[in-house]
């Protein structure tokens, strides 16, 4: 049986068949796939990498089974999709998974064809498991693969722990132990046992807090919009594909973006860390619904649009348009005077981090330093913008470079 040092569990120790599986080709790819993709832009220590997270996740969902008595051969199958449940990341994790859906209809917890037709799936299969109904765990199908992914899955509690130890940010600390210690399961949902409601909103104040610090933190979105785009552009330039780049780890992507001649100035850009800078980073009341609501195709017209009104090349223009807020762990349930309640309906906090997260909310529009100006008047004409709050100051931009300095980033 091996025993794993890990830096936020300490000891892992991996049995039955989740210790074959570790040396299958898909869960050692993860080796070579960083957690948070260019967050470690802004967080230098930001290098953990999806492997050890599914050793955690893995650790998690076995102290689960057995807090809530699942044994034999249901448990080996969650145990193995926590393990499983990140191998169908494409390079940089979420960074490029919607152009890789757009091009595939396939999510990263799509998982069926890379659990059935590779190594894999042979270790399963040799342990009379079927990769399907791993698959479908993964995908959050039937009771048990609520732990998987769920409102209170197992995936969560891992990730925000160790993002927040990697990053140094304190906010994703949550009591895991005692989450998993509270989990059961009523009219066959998974819910937080009763006096547990403090303990639900532990975990969506901790989602709430690490998301404008470290997961839509803006040089974060910065750097993930470039690579989203320069994967595009790799794609349209040369005949790989959307599939062969889910396959791809890390340095795949980046070695293919460094030698295709469309793509060469942001691999160059990427190694020496220098981004694209805001022209525009707008509130959501001084946003236009239809804006907020642009597909991709009305986003890429959009900034040609700009780009013709301030006379650069379209290559030169990007426009983020944040997904509208959301809180999916503020649906959780939680058991209140034998009765299973939703969590939203529960807790005051619900109501008042939903106010912070609109907020927060951005709509950047990010370009070269040498562009800012007529960049940001020109999307604010095209996008029809709230023109007094909408660019970004001189003053404000400088500001933000020197906090970047300091690693305040």
């Known amino acids: 049986m091996p025993t794993i040092k890990d830096s936020v569990h300490d000891h892992i120790e991996v ?9 299958t080709p898909p869960v050692q790819r993860l080796r070579r796939i960083s957690q948070l993709g260019t967050v470690k832009l802004v967080y230098p220590s930001a290098n953990h990498t999806r492997f050890e997270h599914s050793l955690g996740v893995y650790h998690l969902a076995d102290r689960a089974l057995a807090s809530l008595g699942v044994e034999g051969r249901e448990a080996e199958r969650v145990r193995a999709a926590a393990l499983l449940h990140d191998v169908g990341h494409a390079p940089f994790s979420h960074n490029v998974e919607t152009l890789i859906h757009r091009r595939t209809g396939l999510y990263h917890d799509d998982v069926t064809d890379i659990l059935t037709e590779s190594a894999v799936g042979d270790v399963l299969r040799d342990h009379d498991i079927d990769p399907e109904r791993v698959a479908g765990l993964v995908s959050g199908e039937g009771r048990y693969g609520q732990l998987v992914s769920g409102e209170l899955d197992v995936d969560r509690m891992d990730y925000l722990v160790r993002d927040a130890h990697h990053t140094g940010v304190p906010y994703g600390t949550i009591d895991h132990e005692r989450l998993i210690r509270e989990l059961t399961f009523a009219d066959g949902d998974l819910v937080l046992a009763e006096g547990n409601v403090q303990t639900a909103e532990s975990l969506l104040l901790a989602r709430a807090l690490m998301n404008p610090t470290v997961y839509t933190q803006h040089t974060a979105r910065i750097s ?89 090349s379209p290559r030169e223009v990007i426009v983020d348009v944040e997904r509208d807020p959301a809180m999916r762990e503020s649906t959780s349930e939680v ?62 931009e400088n500001l933000h470079a020197t906090l970047d300095e300091f690693g305040a980033e």
């Open 15 to 23: 049995d039955g068949v989740a210790a074959e599986l570790l040396d």
């Open 224 to 312: 993930k919009g470039m690579l989203r785009r320069a994967t595009e552009r790799l794609l349209q330039a040369t005949d790989w594909t959307a599939g062969d780049v889910r396959r791809w780890d890390d340095y795949d992507l980046l070695t293919a973006l460094r030698r295709c001649e469309a793509t060469a100035a942001f691999a160059r850009r990427y190694d020496e860390r220098s981004l694209l800078k805001r022209a525009v980073w707008a509130e959501y009341d001084d946003v236009p619904e239809r804006v907020r609501k642009l597909d991709h195709d009305q986003i890429r017209a959009a900034e040609d649009a700009i780009a013709d009104r301030a006379d650069v």
């Open 335 to 396: 058991i209140v005077n034998d009765e299973v309640r939703r969590l939203e309906d529960e807790s005051p906090l619900v109501s008042a981090l939903r106010d912070v997260q609109h907020q927060r909310w951005r709509l950047g529009v990010y370009t070269p330093a040498e562009t800012v100006d007529p960049v940001g008047a020109a999307a604010v004409e095209e996008l029809e913008l709230d023109a007094e709050s909408a660019p970004v100051s001189e003053v404000q």
